[in-house]
């Protein structure tokens, strides 16, 4: 198959980062070609590099084997590269029309001709097979029907590339489904597509070939037949998964943690109830917007729960705080490092012992600045935290650093039950290994730790247990060994799974 | 020190700059009066600085000061209190504007700047209430109290230290122990830096920002008195005018960021400084117009916050190569 | 709609007779009093304003606007509310000229205290500012009988009193002859054979501006010989400045207006002297000439539209009559 698309060398570099050292890449007409790589190995850097929106520091880019500067978006539009984004890119107060031909608006004496748009903008919504009026507004229509509204979009810019970025990480089953007919509907027109996705078995199940990325670099190919399971998680994570998630087996404890029907605003009418014990690893798996952060944070006070109980080793916890819930014996690593978890223009030191300053280092109002060294000094060590010293601000240090600065804030509380929202986002491999070999010593200690995250490989490595949540409610639990990626995405979406609760 | 270095550079550039050009600036006398009016505005701008370094902003100052320095003279000569109950008096109700700033900002969720603009209104309304309109003195009366704020400890036969000055050394103190050696100050740097993060952390950030809002409250009440003493009279419709932008723009010039979390004391006492140098120097260098003031402050103002933008960005730069 | 329409039209018309039912006879006139801020001054003014509206059977309501803008949308507040005759004190004799056609067109205008002799006003009630501020002058002459330097103070220049005033003093101590359009611009030494005006500085009403304004001057010229306080407040604040830096009656001080600290300071010696108006008729005149205008009668306007209400000067001899009738004066008798 002669290339349609092809990147040479391509280099990118962010203050401290390395995010792509010379990755290649070949894009066949007509091919879905799936990009995978953990969190980080560079995908999404490679993808804006080509779309234009971040251009990259070197590299050649051909298409039909000319070159092309792709170093603006309107550079990669004209080569006839379009990015559907991970974050949906609509104005959500326009209608469909408008918004199909925003920045290319057809006039008709100097005016904004909205007729001749909602015309022409139906014949692109028939290629993706959507059957909406062009004159309503993009805000009213469900998630997915925006998204290929996007779609729709990038082909009424002739694009012969279209880059689709977790198209499915926001859809239901069906609303997937529907995307992928759509996607080999336009493969068989001669459009080609790049597509990337955590969802191996959407990959297994559309891709014709499959490129993986790992730090910045080409990590391998699969195509056809190669691409399985397995092969592609090895290609990811560059060694065997089973040694890259170490869990050994050790006897649970007492129940740690007891929820009882908690509500929460995400899904007002639905309630979520579950148990972990000491020494367990518990996984939240669902899709976005399924209700897991709102869970975790009204469980720690940060938003009320609109109903339910919170039980810490037996006791009821009354929680409208995050003081409350500190006090209860509860710690949460949150989903957003820079904005909740770590205060970045502070040092290490003032990190670590913030939220146990008031019980271990002080002296009546003051601080206990030794008690505060010693506290610091512990973390750094246990964690090995990767810092020039504990004066360092944290804006200083790698993601994972400043992920391990959060946990031993945490860890300086001793807390009875760990909450974890999605611990590993957005750093490197070293340190995510790093973080789950802490989660496991942290266990084996009898700590209880629940975590959501959706990295399903992560998910399924680590848990002993996983909970699957839908619409604000548990849909549904598996046990460690044999969970799969079918059983737990079939539960996500509101299916109903055949092995429940073992 | 790094931080305040830029403001410190700045105000012994237009200190020498001033004693070169200007009359008799190093005269025993005048040196006093400056160390009498940087205390004046400095404490209200040590107030202002707490409400800052939570990311706060706090416009009431001016009517803050209004609202106790004709309420002192009114409550001490119309009513007769005499000041040991007045002066009290006065300040729990400098506490409890703040106390209400502070539960508005956090329980109701209101923008701090709104909340506070009705306050700049209110009191200022309230006060020419009360007071009818009059201008409120102390009629040659009490100057064993007003002398906390117009006297001195003389140390040579020409010069010395003013009192309101001792004051704002005691209160810059407290301040800096308060801010840099406190779990309280640590919490309150914290949670101006991401308020989100230090409630995650167990913080009561709640009670911390209305906190700050009290302090900025109090510190205007306390500095609205001592302006009152030191002056002798007090008219409602323009007493303390602009004084809330004078605190704020000597708590930015000493470093702290209007968003939040940043802040050093000695910095802000430096910034306050350097705005009364200013206007000490527009009326003792002959070829300035006096009409021209604003301009110059402001000009004076900027350049110190722009090299002091350009010094952080070059140490982040560094930073970032090594 | 028609139903409603016609309800609301009913609910007015009722509001309007009843409205009506409340008067009994003929509405008394009503008169409005505009000052250019708040002071003691004013509130003289008032009292008079107040004794003319008693004698005459008529409604008084004086204003205290703060500023130009708020003046006008106060006098426009006043003219909405429906009045007969409004007496005003200009802040800008320029610019508000226009507004105060527009108020003259409708109602009965005269000017007090400060004048805008463009305007269509009928008559100006009020001193000569320049006479005054000489008068103010002959007082810094008897205070400083050898000569001297002399600094002035004033809450701001922009005002045609403020001028002319500032103008009286400079003309007198320089002996120059009798011209009120003369103007010094402010940041110039004005020498003369045994006077010299060093500097006029503007506070803009932020008395720790004009005290500091004063201990700055203190500061600069050591040599000074009279601080001269021009608006009511400035004396007050230069005997402070004075007295911290223990300079009372080695600089002479020449006042204007009768503020409590600056008459205690006449008689304790401190200050040789004060320049007084006469609020109290500009008040009670305003209200007698307006009522005269609206109601037909004679307001014996003069030639020159000026109805002069001399200034006075106080000294030691005179301050202790002067004050204790002002006191009765000011709880409104």
């Given amino acids: 198959m002669s290339s349609l698309l092809e990147a040479r060398g391509v280099v990118k570099s962010f203050p401290g980062v390395k995010a792509l050292r010379g990755v290649d890449l070949r894009l066949g007409a007509g091919e879905v070609l799936a990009v995978l790589g953990e969190n980080g190995a560079g995908k999404s850097t490679l993808m804006k590099a080509l779309a234009g929106v971040q251009a990259a520091d070197g590299g050649e880019f051909l298409m039909n084997g000319d070159p092309v500067r792709v170093d603006t978006v309107r550079g990669a539009m004209a080569a006839g590269i379009a990015l559907i984004h991970q974050e949906l890119n609509m104005?959500?107060?326009?209608?469909?029309?408008?918004?199909?031909?925003?920045?290319?608006?057809?006039?008709?004496?100097?005016?904004?001709?909205?007729?001749?748009?909602?015309?022409?903008?139906?014949?692109?919504?028939?290629?993706?097979g959507l059957d909406v009026d062009p004159a309503v507004e993009v805000g009213t229509l469900p998630i997915g029907k925006q998204q290929l509204v996007e779609i729709a979009k990038a082909l009424s810019v002739d694009a012969k590339v279209l880059i689709m970025d977790e198209p499915t990480s926001s859809l239901s089953q069906t609303e997937a489904e529907q995307l992928f007919v759509v996607v080999k509907d336009l493969v068989s027109r001669g459009v080609s597509i790049i597509y990337i996705s955590h969802r191996l078995s959407e990959i297994v199940q559309i891709a014709d070939r499959v490129t993986v990325l790992r730090d910045g670099e080409n990590a391998g190919e699969l195509a056809g037949d190669e691409i399985t399971h397995g092969k592609m998680v090895q290609l990811m994570v560059g060694r065997d998964v089973d040694r890259f998630y170490q869990r050994t087996q050790h006897e649970l404890g007492e129940v740690a943690l007891e929820v009882k029907e908690l509500r929460t605003t995400a899904y007002p009418e639905h309630a979520a109830s579950f148990q972990v014990a000491r020494g367990e690893v518990v996984g939240v798996a669902g899709l976005v917007g399924a209700g897991r952060t709102e869970m975790l944070e009204a469980m720690f006070g940060v938003m009320p729960a609109l109903g339910g109980e919170v039980w810490v080793q037996g006791e009821?916890?009354?929680?409208?705080?995050?003081?409350?819930?500190?006090?209860?014996?509860?710690?949460?690593?949150?989903?957003?490092?820079?904005?909740?978890?770590?205060?970045?223009?502070?040092?290490?030191?003032?990190?670590?012992s913030l939220a146990s300053l008031k019980r271990d280092a002080r002296k009546g109002a003051f601080l206990n600045r030794e008690a505060e060294e010693a506290l610091a000094e512990k973390?750094?060590?246990?964690?090995?935290?990767?810092?020039?010293?504990?004066?360092?601000?944290?804006?200083?240090?790698?993601?994972?650093?400043?992920?391990?600065?959060?946990?031993?804030?945490?860890?300086a509380m001793k807390p009875k039950v760990l909450l974890l929202d999605e611990p590993t986002r957005g750093i490197d491999v070293g340190a995510k290994q790093e973080i789950y070999g802490l989660i496991e010593e942290l266990a084996k200690q009898g700590m209880a730790i629940l975590f959501v995250s959706s990295e399903m490989e992560e998910v399924m490595g680590l848990s002993d247990r996983v909970l699957v949540m839908h619409e604000g409610e548990v849909a549904g639990e598996l046990k460690r060994g044999g969970i799969t990626e079918e059983q737990i995405m079939s539960l996500a979406t509101g299916g109903v799974s055949q092995e429940l609760k073992v | 020190m790094k931080k305040i270095l830029g403001i410190l550079i700045t105000l012994v550039a237009v200190y020498v700059l001033t004693a070169m050009v200007g009359d008799n600036f190093l005269s025993a006398y005048n040196q006093e009066k400056l160390l009498e009016r940087t205390a004046l505005f400095g404490i209200l701008s040590i107030g202002v600085a707490f409400v800052i370094i939570t990311g706060g902003i706090d416009l009431s100052i001016g009517s803050v000061v209004c609202l106790t320095g004709c309420g002192l003279p009114w409550l001490m000569v119309k009513h007769e209190w005499p000041p040991a109950i007045a002066v009290p008096m006065v300040l729990v109700v400098a506490a409890l504007i703040g106390l209400s700033h502070g539960l508005l900002i956090t329980k109701l969720n209101l923008q701090p700047f709104v909340v506070t603009l009705?306050?700049?209104?209110?009191?200022?309304?309230?006060?020419?209430?009360?007071?009818?309109?009059?201008?409120?003195?102390?009629?040659?009366?009490?100057?064993?109290?007003r002398a906390v704020a117009n006297e001195k400890i003389s140390l040579t036969a020409e010069f010395g230290i003013p009192w309101t000055w001792v004051i704002l050394v005691v209160i810059a103190v407290m301040a800096w122990i308060f801010l840099n050696k406190t779990i309280y100050g640590r919490y309150l740097r914290a949670l101006g830096n991401n308020e989100d993060a230090a409630r995650f952390s167990g913080v009561n950030t709640d009670r911390m920002i209305i906190l700050a809002y009290v302090f900025s409250s109090m510190l205007a009440g306390l500095g609205g008195m001592l302006f009152v003493m030191n002056v002798g009279s007090a008219q409602p419709s323009n007493f303390g005018n602009f004084y809330e932008l004078y605190a704020i723009a000597a708590a930015v010039l000493g470093g702290c960021s209007l968003r939040g979390g940043e802040g050093t004391i000695l910095g802000v006492v430096i910034g306050a400084a350097v705005m009364r140098v200013l206007?000490?120097?527009?009326?003792?260098?002959?070829w300035i117009p006096t009409h021209i003031e604003f301009a110059v402050v402001g000009a004076v103002i900027l350049v110190a916050v722009i090299s002091d933008e350009l010094v952080k960005r070059a140490a982040a730069r560094r930073r970032v190569r090594g | 709609m028609k139903i409603g329409t016609r309800l609301i039209l009913g609910l007015l018309l009722a509001a309007f007779a009843l409205s009506g039912c409340g008067e009994k006879g003929p509405e008394k006139k009503k008169y409005g009093v505009v000052t250019t801020g708040v002071a003691s001054f004013w509130d003289i003014c008032k009292t008079g304003a107040e004794h003319a509206g008693a004698e005459l059977d008529v409604e008084v309501e004086v204003l205290f606007p703060n500023d130009g803008v708020e003046q006008k949308s106060k006098m426009e507040d006043m003219l909405s509310r429906g009045v007969d005759g409004i007496a005003a004190a200009v802040i800008d004799p320029v610019n508000q000229s226009e507004f105060f056609d527009e108020v003259a067109d409708r109602v009965e205008f005269i000017t007090m205290d400060t004048d805008a002799p463009d305007s269509k006003r009928k008559v100006y009630i009020g001193v000569d500012n320049?006479?005054?501020?000489?008068?103010?002058?002959?007082?810094?002459?008897?205070?400083?009988?050898?000569?001297?330097?002399?600094?002035m103070f004033i809450g701001r220049l922009e005002q045609d009193n403020s001028k002319r005033r500032r103008q009286g003093v400079i003309d007198e101590l320089l002996d120059r002859s009798h011209d009120s359009s003369r103007f010094d611009v402010p940041g110039e030494v004005q020498k003369g054979d045994k006077y010299t005006v060093l500097a006029t500085l503007t506070d803009e009403f932020d008395r720790a501006k004009g005290k500091a304004n004063a201990e700055d001057m203190l500061t600069k010229h050591p040599d000074v010989g009279c601080f001269v306080g021009l608006f009511a407040y400035n004396p007050p604040l230069i005997l402070e400045a004075l007295?911290?830096?223990?300079?009372?009656?080695?600089?002479?001080?020449?006042?204007?207006?009768?503020?409590?600290?600056?008459?205690?300071?006449?008689?304790?010696?401190?200050?040789?002297?004060?320049?007084?108006?006469?609020?109290?008729?500009?008040?009670?005149?305003?209200?007698?000439?307006?009522?005269?205008?609206?109601t037909g009668a004679d307001a014996e306007i003069p030639e020159n539209k000026f109805i002069n209400i001399p200034a006075r000067q106080i000294r030691k001899d005179n301050v202790e009559t002067f004050w204790a009738d002002l006191n009765k004066k000011l709880i409104g008798e």
């Fill in chain 1, 91 to 128: 104005a959500g107060n326009l209608d469909v029309a408008a918004n199909i031909f925003l920045g290319r608006e057809f006039r008709k004496f100097g005016l904004v001709d909205d007729e001749r748009m909602r015309r022409e903008a139906v014949t692109y919504l028939k290629m993706v």
């Fill in chain 1, 316 to 352: 009821k916890a009354t929680i409208g705080a995050p003081r409350e819930a500190i006090a209860a014996g509860l710690a949460l690593v949150p989903e957003d490092r820079k904005t909740q978890g770590a205060i970045l223009d502070m040092a290490v030191l003032e990190n670590a």
């Fill in chain 1, 379 to 411: 973390g750094i060590k246990d964690l090995s935290i990767r810092t020039p010293d504990a004066a360092q601000l944290v804006r200083y240090l790698s993601g994972g650093n400043q992920q391990k600065v959060v946990l031993a804030k945490w860890l």
């Fill in chain 2, 118 to 145: 009705c306050g700049l209104l209110i009191y200022r309304g309230l006060t020419r209430g009360f007071t009818e309109d009059q201008t409120q003195g102390f009629g040659g009366e009490f100057s064993g109290l």
């Fill in chain 2, 279 to 286: 206007y000490n120097m527009i009326n003792l260098v002959t």
């Fill in chain 3, 130 to 151: 320049y006479d005054a501020g000489r008068m103010c002058g002959q007082l810094v002459k008897e205070a400083l009988p050898d000569g001297g330097k002399v600094v």
């Fill in chain 3, 243 to 294: 007295k911290q830096a223990k300079k009372l009656n080695v600089v002479k001080v020449v006042g204007f207006d009768e503020e409590g600290p600056t008459l205690q300071g006449i008689i304790d010696g401190t200050v040789h002297g004060t320049v007084v108006q006469n609020p109290y008729e500009y008040g009670y005149q305003s209200v007698k000439v307006l009522h005269a205008l609206a």
